[in-house]
């Protein structure tokens, strides 16, 4: 079965550095989310990504984080320089687009950063 | 603006019991709902999914949930809890296919032997 893969599974990096992590979304989806779940907290909706543009962003995602789709597999999420309130599970999720199961967004198991 | 309430951050049920997780829904457009199960160390996996057709819907592992529009409700129900039913359970409403997932806060389902 198809599913949504993220690299790597673990992060841990210095305040101040530039983390990449990595979205593998399932083939042929078209529409793409970032995703973050501070430990014990609600997830909280980052982005949502379409036709190689942002189409909605929520408050958090600021001037520090940015997504590409570099090519036709990979969807990134860049944090330009970490902070400690950073540290969380981000989750990658897409969708396909169509009617029926293409309105379901499929998750991937998600990448936890810590930030020191 | 859209948002749920899940009322019990943890529910404990024993083996056999029935499961009911509580989910209060709050939305301007007739509202896409769901719920998402994450067993410990792993991703969010869809249970379900209301989006408008039948308000009884049933999922995986004998999972279902009704929507009642009048209660603003969309309680996640299972008949007889297994021990591999532990796990956090995510109520999620959205304001369509294309929006971006609001989710509660969760319930933590444990199962007594």
């Known amino acids: 079965e198809p599913e949504v893969t993220q690299t790597p599974s673990h992060q841990v990096t210095q305040m101040g550095q530039e983390v990449i992590l990595r979205c593998v979304p399932i083939s042929n989806h078209l529409y793409f989310y970032w995703y973050r779940q501070i430990l014990g907290q609600k997830v909280e909706f980052l982005v949502s990504?379409?036709?190689?543009?942002?189409?909605?962003k929520s408050e958090i995602f600021d001037d520090q984080f940015s997504v590409e789709r570099p090519d036709g597999s990979n969807f990134t999420l860049k944090i330009r320089s970490t902070k400690l309130e950073d540290s969380a599970m981000y989750f990658c999720a897409s969708r396909g687009g169509l009617a029926g199961d293409g309105e379901t967004q499929y998750f991937g198991p998600g990448t936890r950063l810590l930030v020191l | 603006a859209q948002s749920v309430t899940q009322l019990g951050s943890h529910v404990s049920v024993s083996e056999g019991a029935l499961v009911l997780l509580r989910c209060n829904y709050s939305?301007?457009?007739?509202?896409?709902l769901f719920w998402y199960v994450q067993y410990p160390n792993q991703g969010l996996q869809l249970l379900l999914k209301?989006?408008?057709?039948?308000?009884l819907v049933k999922g995986i592992n004998g999972f279902e949930a009704e929507f009642k529009k009048s209660e603003t409700s969309f309680h996640l129900t299972k008949p007889s809890a297994h021990m591999s039913d532990a796990a956090e359970y995510f109520c999620a409403v959205s304001a369509s296919s294309a929006s971006k997932i609001i989710f509660g806060s969760g319930t933590r389902l444990s199962i007594r032997p």
């Open positions: 209301y989006t408008s057709a039948a308000t």
């Open positions: 939305s301007s457009v007739p509202p896409y």
């Open positions: 990504f379409y036709n190689n543009e942002i189409s909605e």
